[in-house]
Nanobody
Framework: QVQLVESGGGLVQPGGSLRLSCAAS????????MGWYRQAPGKQRELVAA???????NYADSVKGRFTISRDNAKNTVDLQMNSLQPEDTGVYYC?????????WGQGTQVTVSS
């Protein structure tokens, strides 16, 4: 059974930091491109950051210089370090695993940036 379990969300003040982690099981982790997406209320889900099998990284323009994605193939985890958080970063953050046509999602973790 494939599972992607996110953790690390919460409430943080503007300018603060959070670290999200996604633990994967039931997949060959090293064969999957991994990513973080987010969905704000009333908006479509959007890509935040992604890392390929080979380690190539892509960020949304809105998070460049503030967020860092990393993967650990030995631990089957992908993390998202989020710094200088702003209210517009608020949303549900989802972990994603892609392997060809296979596309898996976690259940999401809420991130709220508010004073």
């Amino acid at each position: 059974q494939v599972q992607l379990v996110e953790s690390g969300g919460g409430l943080v003040q503007p300018g603060g930091s959070l670290r999200l982690s996604c633990a994967a099981s039931g997949i060959i982790f090293s064969s999957n491109a991994m990513g973080w997406y987010r969905q704000a209320p009333g908006k479509q889900r959007e890509l935040v950051a992604a890392i390929t099998i080979g380690g190539r990284i892509n960020y949304a323009d809105s998070v460049k210089g503030r967020f860092t994605i990393s993967r650990d193939n030995a631990k089957n985890t992908v993390d998202l370090q989020m710094n200088s958080l702003q209210p517009e970063d608020t949303g549900v953050y989802y972990c994603n695993a892609k392997n060809g046509p296979l596309n898996r999602w976690g259940q999401g973790t809420q991130v709220t940036v508010s004073s």
